[in-house]
T-cell receptor, first 117, second 116 residues
Framework: QQQVKQSPQSLIVQKGGIPIINCAYENTAFDYFPWYQQFPGKGPALLIAIRPDVSEKKEGRFTISFNKSAKQFSLHIMDSQPGDSATYFCAEGSLERKNNAGNMLTFGGGTRLMVKP | GAVVSQHPSWVICKSGTSVKIECRSLDFQATTMFWYRQFPKQSLMLMATSNEGSKATYEQGVEKDKFLINHASLTLSTLTVTSAHPEDSSFYIC????????????FGSGTQLSVL
């Protein structure tokens, strides 16, 4: 089912560093590319999302870069903090719902990020 | 923002018993809800799509008689793990988005199921 390849699987950075997580997708029909943050024992929470007609989107310390021709998108976390330590998932999906059914999102494998103090 | 409430947050049961997990959209109506399963250090895998007033759509490899889904109202979907076995131990997460369509898919806080 997993059609979004996410890398790296784990990442360790020092406080203040800029971790970068990458995802590659295959299905060009999708038009919605979100990133989710998940803490242990909790459900995922939407962090930031982008549409393919935009090359970059920034919200606070989080930036998505989108390369449509390469079918890749990445998450950058500026000035990372220990509180950013979590698992991050990219996903792909469609905003168009057909017959009220179907999987809206397919997730990448996840990246466990640790930000050291 | 919209809230999806999932209950219980954790449950321990004996092998052979059934466990029901509830997923409620607290401040919006959801004709469609999704149930995911997540093993430790792995990604979320879609189990089924729950449709209000109709049968759920299950992903390939998911036993519909094992994982019963009921979406009886626009704000409630339930997942029942029947005759649970240790291999069913996992983190189960539901999600939903408003019926009118939205760019945000809201997730519940998850249910950790441990089958002894």
């Amino acid at each position: 089912q997993q059609q979004v390849k996410q890398s790296p699987q784990s990442l360790i950075v020092q406080k203040g560093g800029i971790p970068i997580i990458n995802c590659a997708y295959e299905n060009t029909a999708f038009d919605y590319f979100p990133w989710y943050q998940q803490f242990p024992g909790k459900g995922p929470a939407l962090l930031i999302a982008i549409r393919p007609d935009v090359s970059e989107k920034k919200e606070g310390r989080f930036t998505i870069s989108f390369n449509k021709s390469a079918k890749q998108f990445s998450l950058h976390i500026m000035d990372s903090q220990p509180g950013d330590s979590a698992t991050y998932f990219c996903a792909e999906g469609s905003l168009e719902r057909k017959n009220n059914a179907g999987n809206m999102l397919t997730f990448g494998g996840g990246t466990r990020l640790m930000v050291k103090p | 923002g919209a809230v999806v409430s999932q209950h219980p947050s954790w449950v321990i049961c004996k092998s052979g018993t059934s466990v029901k997990i509830e997923c409620r959209s607290l401040d919006f109506q959801a004709t469609t809800m999704f149930w995911y399963r997540q093993f430790p250090k792995q990604s979320l895998m879609l189990m089924a799509t729950s449709n209000e007033g109709s049968k759920a759509t299950y992903e390939q490899g998911v036993e519909k008689d094992k994982f019963l889904i009921n979406h009886a109202s626009l704000t409630l979907s339930t997942l029942t793990v029947t005759s649970a076995h240790p291999e069913d131990s996992s983190f189960y997460i539901c999600s939903a988005f408003p019926s009118g369509g939205a760019e945000k898919l809201f997730f519940g806080s998850g249910t950790q199921l441990s089958v002894l």
